[in-house]
């Protein structure tokens, strides 16, 4: 079931590599398809791939579909597709500065017009938890609360959209704006936006959450 889907998923997948999001096997993704969800395999490095070992989910995680085992942070998926009615599509990546960031600990403030609207306002860092866990998924699902993106304590970042296209779009564009902030800190202090435009464009991405 679900071709087409599956290799969708694939690309996104080979771009998420080719953006220098992931590495190997880390990272992952899916798409919700009604009360389905169609995930990335577990530790299947992304060059060796196929649509065929994608996984079908339903929405409690019992596998309809698919001869791996899901990815290990299928229950983060399965926590945001249950409690965010404007994820469609999820992008978890470990990019290098949004990495760096989620190791600082400290949260992405809005810094540039181009962003608020599509991530939401500050991007704040989930609280530590282990992955593949349900902490970890209460966790991240806690910080994404009126965003499109979090970062994930210690390990990575990851970003909802109502289509993979889109959510891959926003990590990019995650990665690109922690990489600009980490830039700007290095040699003096980032100024950040001022308060009522921040307000006002987190109202855009509530009219719009997101995409
Ligand atoms: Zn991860």
Not at 152 to 162: P, R, S
Request: proline share 4%; hydrophobic share 40%; glycine share 6%.
């Amino acid at each position: 079931m679900y071709e087409e889907t599956k290799k969708e998923l694939l690309d996104i997948c080979i771009q998420m590599l080719k953006n220098d999001l992931v590495i190997g096997s880390a990272g992952n993704a899916s798409i919700r398809v009604d009360d389905h969800v169609v995930i990335t395999p577990s530790s299947i490095h992304y060059s060796e791939m196929s649509s065929d070992d994608m996984v079908v989910l339903n929405l409690n995680g019992g596998v309809l579909e698919g001869s791996r085992n899901p990815s290990i942070e299928y229950k983060m998926h399965l926590e945001l597709y249950n409690t965010r009615e404007d994820a469609k599509a999820i992008v978890h990546t470990h990019s290098v500065y949004a990495c760096a960031m989620a190791i600082l600990n400290e949260p992405l403030p809005p810094i540039i017009d181009e962003t608020v609207p599509k991530l939401g306002s500050e991007i704040r860092v989930s609280k530590y938890a282990m992955p593949g866990t349900k902490d970890l998924a209460t966790n991240v699902r806690e910080a994404m609360e009126d965003r499109s993106a979090a970062l994930i304590g210690n390990h990575g970042a990851v970003c909802i959209a109502k289509t993979l296209k889109e959510a891959l779009h926003l990590a990019i564009l995650l990665e690109r704006i922690c990489k600009i902030y980490m830039i700007a800190k290095q040699v003096g202090t980032p100024a950040y936006l001022p308060e009522e435009v921040v307000e006002d464009e987190q109202d855009v991405w509530e009219m719009m959450r997101g995409y």
